[in-house]
């Protein structure tokens, strides 16, 4: 089976940079997404990493650690459109996993 | 394009009901999988179609059933709703079958069981 692990919540301001970790376990790992979701709405894709190291899109950016079975989100010059819960999710063989979310809040 | 298109949105039923709910993936896409959310345990895995083919299966009772037509479109079935059915119930599209080029969900199906 797979663990995943994120903080509960995070409040940040507005303008400011925001890390929101995720730590795994899995067998048979094929690749990790992180997924935004706004309250009532459905999760939107932000971002895949399958190999070690950094993805950058716009403000958003992901790393990745296979050995240490890690994965960080970084969300740039925030915005109060970025409050929102952010959803980590694993791949194995067979399924993908999510986190329980990290419900992140932007103050003005 | 049009993305992922679930019916209904809403659903009210009663103990005991049974219940189907449909998706319809992306165009191209032959992937389905399904996903319960609730607030306290957050999006559970239901299972994965490709190719009209059951690939996984999460660990859900046997009430819970789905098929996948040759068009990929997709359809959910709960029989015997238990008061615990209640979530939303997304279904998610990808082109492939290892999801290697992301996971599109639809706007999801609201179940309240009574």
Known sequence: GQNIDQPTEMTATEGAIVQINCTYQTSGFNGLFWYQQHAGEAPTFLSYNVLDGLEEKGRFSSFLSRSKGYSYLLLKELQMKDSASYLCAVRDWRQLTFGSGTQLTVLP | ?114
């Open chain 2, 1 to 114: 394009k049009a993305g992922v298109t679930q019916t209904p949105r809403y659903l009210i039923k009663t103990r005991g009901q049974q219940v189907t709910l449909s998706c319809s993936p992306i165009s191209g896409h032959r992937s389905v999988s399904w996903y319960q959310q609730t607030p306290g345990q957050g999006l559970q895995f239901l299972f994965e179609y490709f190719s009209e083919t059951q690939r996984n299966k999460g660990n859900f009772p046997g009430r819970f059933s789905g098929r996948q037509f040759s068009n990929s479109r997709s359809e959910m079935n709960v029989s015997t709703l238990e008061l615990g059915d209640s979530a939303l119930y997304l279904c998610a599209s990808s082109l492939g079958d290892t999801g290697d080029y992301g996971y599109t969900f639809g706007s999801g199906t609201r179940l309240t069981v009574v």
